[in-house]
């Protein structure tokens, strides 16, 4: 009798998981702004950011939810546009460092390329490896372009479930990997002032 019931649970597990892996899901992805100092004149200098969607593939999609064998299974999707979580993002660390974030001053504009997260499988635990990655451009008050950068972050976990939650942080951690290299060129930031 504790065979049989042992057999019944498992199958229930097993069906369990994957009805998990068939259904689609849509989450959001949270952006953690930095612990950044103001930079000194910034209050001064006023931008706009904006965002574009370059992806070649993945666009409807951030990741896919995978079963015990690595076999991809139901999408995963943002529940906000990708170019709006990028744009979102990069506003707040400007205005963490100070910057006036408007309609007016300098044009910053990121064409997100790659914004994924893939899971793989493995002995113990599986891996959510986020990727991203976006050029940022620099238009001046003139219009003429002062800056341009091809930027990528990526952020690597041990998980338990390939779901919608954990694609979701990895993006989220790569997002703050690629804006780091971002708001740590001195380029840029001078770019901003022209």
């Given at each position: 009798?504790?065979?049989?019931?042992?057999?019944?649970?498992?199958?229930?597990?097993?069906?369990?998981?994957?009805?998990?892996?068939?259904?689609?899901?849509?989450?959001?992805?949270?952006?953690?702004?930095?612990?950044?100092?103001?930079v000194p004149?910034?209050?001064?200098?006023?931008?706009?950011?904006?965002?574009?969607?370059?992806?070649?593939?993945?666009?409807?999609?951030?990741?896919?939810?995978?079963?015990?064998?690595?076999?991809?299974?139901?999408?995963?999707?943002s529940d906000?546009?990708?170019?709006?979580?990028?744009?979102?993002?990069?506003?707040?660390?400007?205005?963490?460092?100070?910057?006036?974030?408007?309609?007016?001053?300098?044009?910053?504009?990121?064409?997100?390329?790659?914004?994924?997260?893939?899971?793989?499988?493995?002995?113990?635990?599986?891996?959510?490896?986020?990727?991203?990655?976006?050029?940022?451009?620099?238009?001046?008050?003139?219009?003429?372009?002062?800056?341009?950068?091809?930027?990528?972050?990526?952020?690597?976990?041990?998980?338990?479930?390939?779901?919608?939650?954990?694609?979701?942080?990895?993006?989220?951690?790569?997002?703050?990997?690629?804006?780091?290299?971002?708001?740590?060129?001195?380029?840029?930031?001078?770019?901003?002032?022209?």
């Amino acid at each position: 009798m504790s065979i049989r019931l042992a057999s019944v649970t498992a199958l229930a597990a097993v069906l369990t998981l994957s009805a998990c892996a068939t259904s689609e899901d849509v989450v959001p992805v949270p952006y953690t702004v930095s612990q950044a100092a103001p930079v000194p004149g910034a209050g001064s200098i006023q931008v706009t950011v904006a965002s574009t969607d370059a992806r070649t593939e993945n666009r409807a999609r951030i990741g896919a939810q995978i079963n015990g064998y690595g076999m991809e299974m139901a999408a995963i999707r943002s529940d906000t546009e990708v170019t709006e979580i990028v744009r979102a993002a990069i506003a707040d660390e400007l205005r963490q460092r100070g910057y006036a974030v408007g309609e007016a001053g300098s044009r910053i504009n990121a064409s997100v390329e790659t914004f994924y997260n893939d899971f793989s499988v493995g002995m113990f635990a599986g891996k959510s490896t986020g990727t991203v990655a976006m050029t940022v451009t620099v238009a001046g008050r003139s219009g003429a372009e002062v800056y341009s950068r091809r930027i990528e972050g990526s952020a690597e976990r041990s998980v338990q479930l390939a779901n919608g939650g954990n694609a979701a942080t990895s993006l989220s951690q790569a997002l703050s990997a690629a804006l780091a290299t971002l708001m740590d060129d001195p380029a840029f930031t001078t770019a901003l002032s022209k």
